[in-house]
């Protein structure tokens, strides 16, 4: 496929009216062909006016058409997955196997999707008949289902340029929901952008859908993205980045004359727990297997395991030994961006100025962007001392935080804010322990890790990728899973409708055999 670099606005490639870019490939600091457009405030207008008028006609799209269109999309991811890996590598430094398998991902995503909308399950519908007998007050005949927002706006992230980008778990679910969108697309991987967009434009074509139900745009700076977020006719926003970044999108977005939600994935340290006795049975297993994790990606994941609190004692030699021998073999790897490359060398040097020992390095840097793996301890007191150590360094740096007793690591439990995910490393003697510690990790994270280690994750009805600030704006919903969807419904309750006027769902007959709560029951 060639890239044209063009902007896509529903139906229509549009050029640079900001002038242009082009990618940079990390690995060799070499700029790449071609050049991509950028827009400004003039291409989303247009987006979003194209955007909301497609929003009535595809809101209103048939579970079976919504759900074909999802697997049109799928089957165009998977007949260029070869092409979208090889480019996304050139981009990011990634190898193009696991591109190839994150490109696999987003394509079973979307069916997974197609899936949920078939079965109507997210409709939530519910049915409470006419009680024209009723004393002292007859009921008149309500019935309720959700129903998409409105248009959203998706920024697409840096460090999974396939999975969280232009196709990623934000687009399905909001596509599944029977919102429109339009697509922010990331600058550090514009070529792998637009095959995933033209893929999604192609599948929206062969569909018979309105163009206007997916746009993708690119700009310069934060003026296209602050215009998006301004611009009334969306209805919410989605946003994977820095905490910095999501709070100013975040707060932006309630500036507005009509506030609107904006569901963003910020900042985790991913807090594992290692108890007495699963560290006395299992100590070095346990550090290498997370030193492992950690290093994924080149340490550039949201749920990458960053901090490991355990209490001196039986085990614990070993498990430190086993983390810096892994650390200590790890050899520098390119990171995705320059920009974060800067802010991760930044990041390790804050750790060691805030008290943090060097305990093991990995490989030197043989680039100007390769990350060098770090293994930095520090004890508890001094961990409760600074809150700046509890702080996310995104790239290939652990932080083993060594407890004096129960208390202290319960204590240091406490002192975390919100995060995506938290483990136990646990035995059955552990268990009274775990106990105390298992509530404190319930109220600041939306998903709990036993004897195992936070990333990866499934993509299922029961995953949760959230939690609370600053993990996430808003700790009721995920943004990876099935339940994702719910992000971009709100309710709406249909009162005394004649049966012909109501949604096909929601008729007397159940034409469309989905699942309904009728009268409670």
């Keep these: 496929m060639k890239l044209t670099g063009k902007l896509f606005i529903g139906a229509s490639e549009v050029a640079a009216t900001e002038g242009t870019m082009k990618a940079l490939n ?41 759900a074909q269109f999802l697997e049109r999309i799928a089957d165009n991811l998977d007949a260029v997955r070869k092409e979208l890996a090889a480019r996304a590598s050139l981009e990011t430094g990634l190898a193009e196997a696991p591109l190839e398998a994150e ?47 409105g248009p959203v706006t998706i920024f697409g992230a840096s460090n999974f340029p396939i999975s969280y980008s232009v196709a990623g778990g934000d687009t399905a679910s909001a596509l599944a929901s029977g919102a429109t969108v339009i697509l922010k697309a990331h600058n550090a991987h514009p070529g792998a952008s637009e095959i ?16 206007g139900v997916f746009s ?29 970044g999501g709070m100013a999108l975040y707060r932006r977005a309630q500036r507005r004359p009509d506030p609107i939600p904006v569901f963003t994935e910020m900042t985790s340290v991913n807090p594992t727990f290692i108890l007495p006795a699963a560290q006395a049975a299992r100590g070095a297993a346990i550090g290498d297997g997370f030193a492992e994790r950690m290093l ?18 039986p085990g614990f030699d070993a498990l430190r030994d086993a983390m810096a021998e892994r650390v200590a073999g790890a050899p520098a790897r390119t990171m995705l961006t320059p920009g974060i490359h800067s802010a991760y060398e930044r990041g390790v040097t804050r750790l060691e100025g805030e008290g943090a020992c060097r305990v093991a390095e990995g490989g030197t ?33 652990a932080l083993l935080v060594k407890a004096r007793n129960e208390e202290e690591l319960l204590a240091i439990a406490r002192s975390l804010r919100g995060q995506l995910s938290a483990t136990m490393h646990l035995e059955p003697g552990d268990t009274a322990l775990a106990r105390r510690l298992l509530p404190l990790l319930e109220r600041r994270t939306g998903r709990v890790v036993v004897n195992a280690f936070s990333h990866p994750q499934e993509v299922s009805f029961a995953s949760i990728h959230g939690g609370p600030f600053p993990a996430t704006s808003d ?30 769902a929601l008729r007397d007959a159940n034409p469309l055999e989905v699942p309904r709560l009728v009268d409670g029951q």
């Design 26 to 66: 990390p690995a060799t600091n070499q700029v790449i062909e071609p050049e991509f457009a950028l827009g400004g405030l003039a291409e989303v207008d247009r987006a979003a006016l194209l955007a909301d008028d497609a929003f009535d006609s595809y809101s209103h799209t048939s579970l079976t058409e919504r």
């Design 365 to 397: 840097s043989q680039a100007a962007f390769d990350g060098q793996s770090v293994l930095l301890e520090v004890d508890g007191q001094a961990f409760l001392s600074n809150a700046a150590l509890a702080e996310e360094v995104f790239g290939p740096a």
């Design 296 to 313: 994924v990606n080149v340490g550039q994941a949201c749920l990458k395991p960053a901090i490991l609190i355990s209490i001196e004692g």
């Design 103 to 149: 490109a696999a991902k987003a394509a079973t995503q979307f069916r997974q999707f197609a899936d949920v909308v078939r079965k109507g399950r997210f409709l939530q519908l519910s049915i409470d008949p006419a009680l024209p007998e009723r004393q002292p007050r007859p009921r008149m005949d309500h019935r309720l289902q959700k129903m998409a927002i």
């Design 216 to 244: 993708m745009l690119r700009g310069e700076g934060n003026a296209i993205g602050e215009a998006l977020v301004d611009h009334p006719l969306v209805k919410a926003v989605t946003f994977t980045g820095s905490e910095v």
């Design 475 to 504: 700790s009721r919903f995920t943004s990876v899973g099935m339940t994702s969807i719910e992000r971009f419904l709100r309710p709406i309750s249909y009162q005394g409708f004649p049966d012909n006027l109501l949604p096909e």
């Design 196 to 211: 995933q967009a033209r893929a999604i434009r192609n599948a929206v074509r062969e569909s018979g859908l309105h163009e």
